[in-house]
């Protein structure tokens, strides 16, 4: 099985400072190709630093480039021109993670929705996907995303955490579904087990968020607590028991509909020199 990583924080401190040994557990384990998250400015051109510095191939590391919402109060025209150039990078293969947190307030809600509606008319103009983060403000977001969805190719709510009815406002906008290690959660994921069946596939994407949301029902447990993209399979294997399909199954559509999204190329299968 081949599983695709599309949200994975490698430039935080916890995983930058063994990137390449954390980049080779994650072939190990079946992950052959990894979407590296842009919050900032600075981080997305870190995150696209590390694509060309750790997979020469240019087959293996993507990445976004984009302003998380709690950064939203940043934003300003000259934002936009460094990111309009971070954006025509041939690795960075979609905006974002740009969005609304209603939740932590970091940036004032306005900023944080004149940052999102700049960064939608980005991906409009530049024909991108986007990568979106939706905390406690799904109405809102839904509200701004029916003013472009027309116009955007695709975009896909990261790290799905809500409602059925934010799941179904998405799905009516023709929306990718974001899960994580979220769905492992016994203390507070256990709302998505029915809900991901109502996700069809191609609509459907597996993430790590790594370094945070260590799946809870891991075993064993890694001794430095910190989430990577090799446990992905523990994702695979709670979503796939509780659609009611195969992991197989399951791998092969959540990594083709990666690829479609993110437009990303066929790869082999690792061999055994990718694995050492």
Not at 78 to 106: I, P, Y
Not at 201 to 211: C, M, V
Request: proline share 5%; hydrophobic share 40%; with cysteine.
């Amino acid at each position: 099985m081949q599983l695709i990583d599309i949200g994975v924080n490698l430039t935080h401190p916890s995983l930058a400072r063994e990137r390449d040994a954390v980049l080779a557990r994650a072939y190990a384990a079946g992950v052959c190709q990894l979407v590296l998250t842009g919050t900032s400015l600075e981080e997305s051109e870190k995150a696209l630093e590390f694509c060309h510095e750790l997979d020469e191939s240019g087959s293996r590391l993507f990445s976004t480039a984009g302003i998380h919402p709690h950064d939203a109060s940043q934003w300003n025209a000259d934002s936009a021109r460094q990111l309009r150039t971070l954006l025509s990078a041939e690795r960075v293969r979609a905006v974002g993670e740009c969005g609304l947190d209603f939740n932590r307030d970091f940036s004032p809600r306005p900023q944080q929705e004149k940052a999102l509606e700049e960064q939608l008319a980005l991906a409009v103009e530049l024909q991108m996907p986007v990568f979106l983060h939706e905390r406690e403000a799904g109405e809102r977001l839904l509200a701004i995303l029916r003013e472009f969805r027309d116009d955007l190719p695709a975009a896909v709510v990261h790290c799905f955490t809500g409602d059925k009815g934010s799941l179904y406002g998405y799905l009516d906008l023709d929306l990718h579904i974001g899960i994580t290690g979220w769905i492992c959660d016994e203390r507070r994921g256990t709302h998505l087990h029915p809900l991901v069946r109502d996700i069809p596939q191609g609509r459907l994407l597996l993430e790590s968020d790594a370094p945070y949301l260590l799946p809870r029902s891991l075993r064993p447990k890694p001794k430095s607590g910190h989430n990577e993209p090799a446990f992905l399979g523990e994702v695979l294997r709670e979503v796939a028991l509780h659609r009611g399909e195969s992991q197989a199954a399951l791998a092969a559509h959540s990594s083709a509909s990666a690829r479609a999204f993110f437009g990303l190329p066929a790869i082999a299968k690792a061999s055994a020199a990718d694995e050492d």
